[in-house]
Nanobody, 122 residues
């Protein structure tokens, strides 16, 4: 069973940047970042296949966020640039253990971190 732990959240002004990290233990087929704002459903932000490094982004963050991984350190990253107030949310990393696909949907991931808060002020 994977154990996931996020770090790197915080408060930043609009236009600023943050980098989130997620340390993982155990095998992962793919990993992803999700976020959930108060009163809203959890939404997928980006996902990456562990072996190939292939990535996918939600339209809302495309061109601003970059998901990456360091397999030697079992660490997942989310570089967030040009942050907007609407990016304010609790951010979660998630892992999926098997393929062949990796849909960016909450129901597809079985392991979750505890979340890290990102707050963007205008």
């Amino acid at each position: 069973q994977e154990q996931l732990a996020e770090s790197g959240g915080g408060s930043v002004q609009a236009g600023g940047s943050l980098r989130l990290s997620c340390s993982a233990s155990g095998y992962t087929y793919c990993m992803a970042w999700f976020r959930q704002a108060p009163g809203k459903e959890r939404e997928g932000v980006a996902r990456i296949y562990t072996n190939s490094g292939s990535t996918y982004y939600a339209d809302s963050v495309k061109g601003r966020f970059t998901i990456s991984q360091d397999n030697s350190k079992n660490t997942l990253y989310l570089q967030m640039n040009s942050l907007k107030p609407e990016d304010t949310a609790m951010y979660f990393c998630a892992a999926r253990r098997s393929g062949p696909t990796c849909p960016l949907s909450s129901s597809a991931f079985g392991s979750w971190g505890q979340g890290t808060q990102v707050t963007v002020s205008s």
